[in-house]
């Protein structure tokens, strides 16, 4: 088992000091989220909360620019990776996406791994003039215009929602032919993406039961795509103690990975990261595994 560190909702130098102990412990990333805007009146239930759904997301939770953030950490840091979880990719174009991906990917050596999602927050599309209905098409173009910048000198596209006349992207990206792309999001139809597109998938707050039911469906599907050779890695967000008897029951469902936040108040977050990995024997590893190795 893999473990990374969740920084919301730190503040700038709590990041910093956690991105460097973290990196001398052993963990082997750290994961920071994205939101554009955040309403103050939300009639949207946060998909991901255990209980208040509504009370979970409020419109004063702190926000950074996630490609800043992570270039500052890159910067601190050199082995640790780095994981933008997850990019509400559809409130975005594909050209500055791609020219922030390729930035943070050289910029952190080949330690970014680039999250995305469709989104779930109505209203933060609707503040932004974007469409929400049909956003899982817009983040399927903007990846096909994307993955063609990245390998492309020349590119053009037409889809649906985007018509791109010949353009070009330089530099390209370090890794090749594209940072790795991880999809968050408990749908069907999130995990079919994340099985077909992705080099690996983020579950949030989720058991571990519903975890290895996620986890044999990516493994059927990445078998039927006759992809499940590739690398793909399998993480899960938790929030709140953990102790060896979770951890054991998650790696029994397949999960490569748990990004953990184990602390109340940030000022104590570099204490708790290093009593939890005391207590739980953690290690570097840069091994990749496939969670359709796995047995469920």
């Known amino acids: 088992m893999k473990f990374g560190?969740?920084?919301?909702?730190?503040?700038?130098?709590q990041m910093v000091d956690v991105a460097v102990a973290a990196e001398r412990l052993g963990y082997d990333s750290v994961w920071l989220g994205e939101h554009v805007v955040t309403p103050i009146h939300s009639d949207s239930t946060f998909p991901y909360a255990e209980d208040d759904a509504h009370a979970a997301f409020h419109g004063q939770l702190p926000f950074y620019d996630p490609f800043a953030a992570l270039g500052y950490l890159a910067a601190q840091t050199s082995t640790l990776r780095?994981?933008?979880s997850i990019s509400i990719v559809p409130v975005h174009d594909p050209f500055h996406l791609a020219r922030s991906v390729t930035t943070l990917d050289l910029f952190s050596e080949g330690r970014f791994w680039f999250g995305m999602g469709a989104g779930?927050?109505?209203e933060e599309?609707?503040?932004?003039q974007k469409p929400f209905d049909g956003r899982g098409?817009?983040?399927?173009?903007?990846?096909?215009?994307?993955?063609?910048?990245f390998t492309q000198d020349v590119t053009t596209y037409r889809g649906r929602?985007?018509?791109v006349p010949p353009v070009g992207l330089q530099p390209k990206p370090l890794t090749r032919p594209h940072p790795p792309y991880l999809f968050g999001g408990h749908s069907r139809k999130a995990l079919e993406?994340?099985?077909a597109r992705g080099q690996g998938w983020l579950s949030s707050g989720m058991s571990p039961e519903r975890n290895a039911e996620a986890i044999a469906f990516l493994r059927r599907e990445r078998r039927r795509l006759g992809v499940d050779d590739q690398p793909f890695e399998c993480s899960t967000h938790l929030v709140g103690p953990v102790d060896r008897g979770l951890v054991d029951a998650y790696r029994e469902a397949g999960v490569d990975r748990l990004v953990v936040r184990p602390w109340r108040k940030g000022g104590q977050a570099v204490e708790a990261i290093t009593r939890l990995a005391d207590d739980l024997g953690v290690t570097r590893t840069d091994r990749?595994?496939?969670c359709s190795t796995h047995t469920i």
Do not use: C, G
């Open 125 to 128: 599309f609707e503040i932004l």
């Open 288 to 290: 990749v595994t496939d």
């Open 193 to 195: 993406r994340a099985a």
């Open 161 to 163: 929602h985007f018509t």
């Open 120 to 122: 779930w927050l109505r």
């Open 5 to 13: 560190i969740s920084l919301f909702p730190l503040r700038p130098r």
């Open 137 to 149: 098409r817009i983040l399927d173009e903007t990846i096909d215009i994307m993955n063609r910048l």
């Open 82 to 84: 780095l994981v933008l």
